[in-house]
Nanobody, 127 residues
Framework: QEQLVESGGGLVQAGDSLTLSCAPSGRPFGTYAMAWFRQVSGKEREFVAAITWRNGNKDYADSVRGRFFISRDGVKNTVTLQMNSLKPDDTAIYYC????????????????????WGQGTQVTVSS
């Protein structure tokens, strides 16, 4: 069963930068798109950023646009989230997700598009 592994989380101060990475836990698999979501305890998981694998089309949540940047490495089969100018409101568990099928029933922002998930990595931003 395919799974993803996130890395790069940690504790930083407001204004700092952090880079998250995501890779398959086993052998690489084909994917249409990959995304990052985040979740705060007691709240729903929310969309952060997504990228299509073939064309590199990107989408961002309004709350992170201009501060966060998603990219992919087709050779390493990894996706990276560069987070700049971090704010305390960015504190959450960040999850990596993959859509291996590309049926496009739902948008890239919709959690239902993604069937493969990582375990999450904690990002804490202190004020």
């Amino acid at each position: 069963q395919e799974q993803l592994v996130e890395s790069g989380g940690g504790l930083v101060q407001a204004g700092d930068s952090l880079t998250l990475s995501c890779a398959p836990s086993g052998r690489p698999f084909g994917t249409y798109a990959m995304a990052w979501f985040r979740q705060v305890s007691g709240k729903e998981r929310e969309f952060v950023a997504a990228i299509t694998w073939r064309n590199g089309n990107k989408d961002y949540a309004d709350s992170v646009r201009g501060r966060f940047f998603i990219s992919r490495d087709g050779v390493k089969n990894t996706v990276t989230l560069q987070m700049n100018s971090l704010k305390p409101d960015d504190t959450a568990i960040y999850y990596c997700a993959a859509d291996p099928y590309g049926r496009r029933t739902y948008s890239l922002r919709d959690i239902r598009s993604y069937s493969i998930w990582g375990q999450g990595t904690q990002v804490t931003v202190s004020s």
